[in-house]
């Protein structure tokens, strides 16, 4: 079992809250953010512009193009139904990624079945 799986496994079902970021609950970002956090050592409290500009190297805009391939760590960046750029996930392997949702809480999803929603995948600058 992966450094990831292992800080993953006991948050499964910790529930949603919007703007969460602890073991009280999380929302999509904030469960991304503290398990980088936890996993990586990139930092907590910084605002989200500043957290994606400065700790990721690489980003790939997916809509119209091949997926890439997925690694453990990569951000995945999704749309709902009619909004853009407003879910995350944090790829586990190459078929699963960790996110928090209202109906679920942390929970973990298929990549495959997400795909077609994936619309930016950013890659951690920091080694694994």
């Not at 980088?36 to 805009?61: D, K, R, S």
């Not at 193009?65 to 407003?86: I, Q």
């Not at 960790?98 to 079945?113: D, K, M, S, Y």
């Amino acid at each position: 079992m992966s450094k990831l799986e292992e800080l993953v496994r006991p948050l499964i079902g910790t529930p949603w809250v919007h703007g969460g970021m602890s073991l009280e609950g999380f929302d999509c970002f904030g469960i991304v953010r503290y398990l980088t956090h936890h996993g990586l050592g990139l930092p907590l409290e910084e605002n989200q512009i500043v957290f994606a500009t400065t700790h990721f190297e690489e980003a790939w805009w997916c809509q119209n193009a091949h997926p890439p391939v997925y690694r453990p760590w990569d951000v995945l960046v999704m749309r709902t139904k009619h909004r853009h750029s407003d879910h995350t996930g944090l790829v586990i392997d190459d078929r699963r990624f960790v996110t928090a949702t209202e109906a679920a809480g942390v929970c973990l999803e298929l990549i495959g079945r997400h795909q077609e929603r994936i619309i930016q995948v950013i890659r951690a600058r920091v080694a694994r």
